[in-house]
């Protein structure tokens, strides 16, 4: 079973900030927390990922709480090709590091 | 600089019949995972190979198996096909080894129709 929780739907207007949520209270110390989207009929893509300082790149920036049991990512200026399934993964042991996906949430931007 | 490639795109086979389903890693990546992702669900990890053999692998029966080449292709064989394997099929690369600092790129897919 997927380590995060996440809210299966969220809206945002275009040209606004999308503030995507993410509950992974039982991560461990080494645990990265990786962000990943799907935009239908396509793989998932890679976003961004961290540790426990928070992170920003081209994409979106990821905060995570000091106590890392949650994490934000967030799109500072959604655009309509931002509409995709955002799935918040902690990488799990078992020999190597698996992702585990769960059902992610499905953001919609609107215009 | 090509990333992760999969073929076919879309197939339709047969209840019963078996399939391969092929990958080739994005460049300068070693470590191919693979993935089963029914409609309207996240995927679902199915195995993992590195240095030409399985590392890990998921929940799946053994119906499902892989191969991974010297050049760090790799395929994915479904054998005794079941309605319930119709899904997209996800091939995704890493490196280096795929440690826990390494990102994953995935594919297109491959959609797999059993009828």
Same mark, same amino acid.
């Given at each position: 079973?997927?380590?995060?929780?996440?809210?299966?739907?969220?809206? @945002?207007?275009?040209?606004?900030?999308?503030?995507?949520? @993410?509950?992974?209270?039982?991560?461990?110390?080494?645990?990265?927390?990786?962000?990943?989207?799907?935009?239908?009929s396509?793989g998932?893509?890679?976003?961004?990922?961290?540790?426990?300082?928070? #992170?920003?790149?081209?994409?979106?920036?990821?905060?995570?709480?000091?106590?890392?049991?949650?994490?934000?990512?967030?799109?500072?200026?959604?655009?309509? =090709?931002? %509409?995709?399934?955002?799935?918040?993964?902690?990488?799990?042991?078992?020999?190597?590091?698996?992702?585990?996906?769960?059902?992610?949430?499905?953001?919609?931007?609107?215009? | 600089?090509?990333?992760?490639?999969?073929?076919?795109?879309?197939?339709?086979?047969?209840?019963?019949?078996?399939?391969?389903?092929? @990958?080739?890693?994005?460049?300068?990546?070693?470590?191919?995972?693979?993935y089963q992702q029914a409609l309207?669900?996240?995927p679902?990890?199915?195995?993992?190979?590195?240095? #030409?053999?399985?590392?890990? =692998?998921?929940?799946?029966?053994?119906?499902?198996?892989?191969?991974?080449?010297?050049?760090?292709?790799?395929?994915?064989?479904?054998?005794?096909?079941?309605?319930?394997?119709?899904a997209l099929y996800l091939?995704?690369?890493?490196?280096?080894?795929?440690?826990?600092?390494?990102?994953?790129?995935?594919?297109n897919g491959t959609r797999l129709?059993? %009828?």
């Amino acid at each position: 079973d997927a380590k995060t929780t996440q809210p299966p739907s969220m809206d @945002c207007a275009e040209g606004r900030a999308a503030n995507l949520p @993410c509950n992974h209270s039982t991560i461990s110390g080494n645990e990265y927390v990786y962000w990943y989207r799907q935009i239908h009929s396509q793989g998932p893509q890679y976003i961004i990922h961290g540790l426990k300082n928070n #992170e920003t790149n081209e994409m979106a920036s990821l905060i995570i709480t000091e106590d890392r049991k949650s994490s934000t990512l967030i799109l500072p200026h959604a655009t309509l =090709r931002d %509409t995709a399934v955002y799935y918040c993964i902690v990488r799990e042991y078992g020999g190597s590091y698996i992702p585990t996906f769960g059902r992610g949430t499905s953001l919609i931007v609107h215009p | 600089d090509a990333g992760v490639t999969q073929s076919p795109t879309h197939l339709i086979k047969t209840r019963g019949q078996q399939v391969t389903l092929r @990958c080739s890693p994005k460049s300068g990546h070693d470590t191919v995972s693979w993935y089963q992702q029914a409609l309207g669900q996240g995927p679902q990890f199915i195995f993992q190979y590195y240095e #030409e053999e399985e590392r890990q =692998r998921g929940n799946f029966p053994d119906r499902f198996s892989g191969h991974q080449f010297p050049n760090y292709s790799s395929e994915l064989n479904v054998n005794a096909l079941l309605l319930g394997d119709s899904a997209l099929y996800l091939c995704a690369s890493s490196d280096p080894g795929g440690a826990n600092n390494s990102p994953l790129h995935f594919g297109n897919g491959t959609r797999l129709t059993v %009828t």
